[in-house]
């Protein structure tokens, strides 16, 4: 067991964990943070369990919980201000960017760094940033369509 000190969405939380406990895992399990998906057995492709360290978006599943010791965690659960939803989650409510909503958490928190990253981008330049999110409901179209009108919201408000 080891000792690891992690903030999550703003708090900090001391725990003991096991050396091999995967981050996910302890999202889930620990905190009960379960809007963190897991689709894929851990395998890194499916990106449902994407999540932010330190701003910057990684599979959940791909780290050991002991790796985020002294780092900063957000889940989708960290992503709204109170009620106040972000330009990404309210363009995924208007364009239907989602269907059952499983891959929904994952897709939203890469698509947020990819848009920090590029803030304005192409379709084409959508779907590569897509590539590491699966939707088992297809629905792609829409998806690339919310992400295009969060770029023009989020455009819009900082003119
Ligand atoms: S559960 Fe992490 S990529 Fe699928
Ligand atoms: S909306 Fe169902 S898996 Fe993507």
Do not use: W
Request: hydrophobic share 40%.
């Amino acid at each position: 067991m080891q000792t690891v000190t992690i903030k999550v969405n703003g708090e900090a939380f001391k725990e003991s964990v096991p050396e091999r406990l995967l981050l996910v895992d302890f999202l889930r399990e620990r905190l009960a943070l379960t809007g963190t998906h897991v689709a894929c057995t851990h395998e890194g492709v499916c990106g449902a369990c994407t999540v932010h360290l330190d701003g910057d978006a990684v599979k959940s599943c791909l780290m050991l919980a002991v790796q985020a010791d002294g780092h900063e965690i957000t889940t989708v659960e960290g992503l709204a201000k109170g009620d106040e939803l972000t330009a990404l989650q309210k363009a995924f409510r208007e364009e239907h960017g989602l269907q059952c909503g499983f891959c929904t958490p994952g897709i939203l928190m890469n698509m947020t760094d990819f848009l920090k990253h590029n803030p304005n981008p192409t379709d084409d330049e959508i779907r590569m940033g897509l590539i590491g999110n699966l939707c088992r409901c297809t629905g792609y179209v829409h998806i690339v369509r919310a992400v295009r009108t969060a770029a023009k919201m989020l455009a819009a408000s900082a003119a």
